[in-house]
């Protein structure tokens, strides 16, 4: 899908902004020559710009010439941003998605003087191969904005829109939820060392193991309890290693850890006005 005319620029293009213009470009949905990213720091845009992308640290002039703002600032540089590009915001013109953490869509809109819509989207960095779950929520009344939205996230991998009541959970779940995927795989990996292969065979052999785990889930329909009673012989080797986790709290270390990361994320913006 490409955006026909629409321009995009990413404004504040650090960690999960490169994943999204990564994925933009790789998925063909932007062409780098049209899109714009920014940053605070003129050196950190320099292979931005030997990639072929407009790279700028004027917000304003990314503004001024292109359609679709995505806002990537973390939750502390939200307002200052915003304060910055309000003057030239134009209500014909332009659709905000944000990505900013915590920050919802009353508070964005109370500090913009035009009637933009906006939208708050959640994916993670798995965007950059187009394999991002994102999370996106916005206003009734800016359901167009919504829908251009969910356009572009659906080719970044799968994206669903839910009430906004449910993003700071989903900000948990899927955007940290990548972090705690990559410390299980690698703790498997750790596991895999100890007991005889290299450290990167043994990462190869548990992230495919994971994605078939995963695959099984996503395109079988299949549940992971069902999935494990398959795998789990009467007085075998996987249900004593299996029963040993749980022993050391692996179900309940998940569960909390991600019960934390929703607690912290809804303070992430409100913790700074
Ligand atoms: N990382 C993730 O996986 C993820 C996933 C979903 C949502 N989020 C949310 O996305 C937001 C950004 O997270 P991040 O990890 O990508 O943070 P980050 O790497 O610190 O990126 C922020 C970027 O904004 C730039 N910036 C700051 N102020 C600016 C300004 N006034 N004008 C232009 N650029 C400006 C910074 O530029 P410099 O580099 O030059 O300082 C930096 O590149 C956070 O709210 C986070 O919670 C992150």
Known sequence: MALGSKTVSILGCGNIGTAIVNGLVKSGVCKAEQTYVTKKSEEKLRPFLTRGFKATTNNIEAVKNTDILIVGVTPQQLDSLIEEINDVL??????????????????????ISKNIPVVRVMPNTAIAIQESMTCISGNDEDKPAIDIAKTIFDQLGKSV???EELMVPATAL???????????????SQGGIEIGFHAEDALFMAAQTAKGAAALIIENGAHPEGEVDKVTTPRGCTIS????????????S??????????????LYSDNE
């Open 90 to 111: 134009d209500e014909k013109r332009h659709i905000l998605l944000s990505v900013v953490s915590g920050a919802s869509v009353r508070q964005i809109k109370s500090k």
């Open 161 to 163: 829109v839910i009430k």
């Open 174 to 188: 899927c955007a940290c939820g990548i972090a705690f995927f990559f410390r299980a795989i690698s703790a498997a």
């Open 241 to 252: 290693g299996l029963n040993q986790m749980e022993h050391a709290g692996f179900s309940s």
């Open 254 to 267: 998940m569960i909390k850890g991600i019960v934390t990361s929703a607690e912290k994320a809804k303070h």
